[in-house]
T-cell receptor, first 111, second 110 residues
Framework: DVKVTQSSRYLVKRTGEKVFLECVQDMDHENMFWYRQDPGLGLRLIYFSYDVKMKEKGDIPEGYSVSREKKERFSLILESASTNQTSMYLC??????????FGEGSRLTVL | GQNIDQPTEMTATEGAIVQINCTYQTSGFNGLFWYQQHAGEAPTFLSYNVLDGLEEKGRFSSFLSRSKGYSYLLLKELQMKDSASYLCAVRDPTGYALNFGKGTSLLVTP
């Protein structure tokens, strides 16, 4: 079974704090993704990576950055958290064909 | 970009059949996916269509018409545990990411 592990299920941060969300996968997938999910808006792609050290912007990259130093790990960074970044963050992995596999999600609240 | 539309909410009765529709507009088509997501949980993969026609998997079937930009997910013999959000997604023309619709919240009632 594919395992996609996100470091924290729930986080509470203050406005202006730096936030790291980590995602680790154990299936040697080339591609990794960060989405955010908000009521009424669905899943929106923030960033993705198709190889180590490679990254591509998704639909809503503003206010976020990512890092992929190792194939199995993809980090999402909020340099200065804002209240409008309160959301559920979902990491996903996959190959170039086939479906994506999702982690359990990280629910971030920014006060 | 890609425009993906699906109904916001549906209600159906236990034991019945329900069809959830999805329409999409895309500059290039690389496959359509359906996911199920229970409240507070991760989306889980249900089905994949890349060619026209019906794909059947147990109680769930998915249909695709590429010329019409249309798909549906058919759930038979509904059970209470089928109450969930159903997400339609189209693979991005670049071939990497999936672009999701806003999801259809299905409520199964006794």
């Amino acid at each position: 079974d594919v395992k996609v592990t996100q470091s924290s299920r729930y986080l509470v941060k203050r406005t202006g704090e730096k936030v790291f969300l980590e995602c680790v996968q154990d299936m040697d997938h080339e591609n990794m993704f960060w989405y955010r999910q908000d009521p009424g808006l669905g899943l929106r792609l923030i960033y993705f990576s198709y190889d180590v050290k490679m990254k591509e912007k998704g639909d809503i990259p503003e206010g976020y950055s990512v890092s992929r130093e190792k194939k199995e790990r993809f980090s999402l960074i909020l340099e200065s958290a804002s209240t409008n970044q309160t959301s559920m963050y979902l990491c996903a992995t996959g190959r170039n064909t086939g479906e994506l596999f999702f982690g359990e999600g990280s629910r971030l609240t920014v006060l | 970009g890609q425009n993906i539309d699906q109904p916001t909410e549906m209600t159906a009765t236990e034991g019945a059949i329900v069809q959830i529709n999805c329409t999409y507009q895309t500059s290039g088509f690389n496959g359509l996916f359906w996911y199920q997501q229970h409240a507070g949980e991760a989306p889980t993969f249900l089905s994949y269509n890349v060619l026209d026609g019906l794909e059947e998997k147990g109680r769930f079937s998915s249909f695709l018409s590429r010329s019409k930009g249309y798909s549906y997910l058919l759930l038979k013999e509904l059970q209470m545990k089928d109450s969930a959000s159903y997400l339609c997604a189209v693979r991005d023309p670049t071939g990497y990411a999936l672009n999701f619709g806003k999801g259809t919240s299905l409520l199964v009632t006794p």
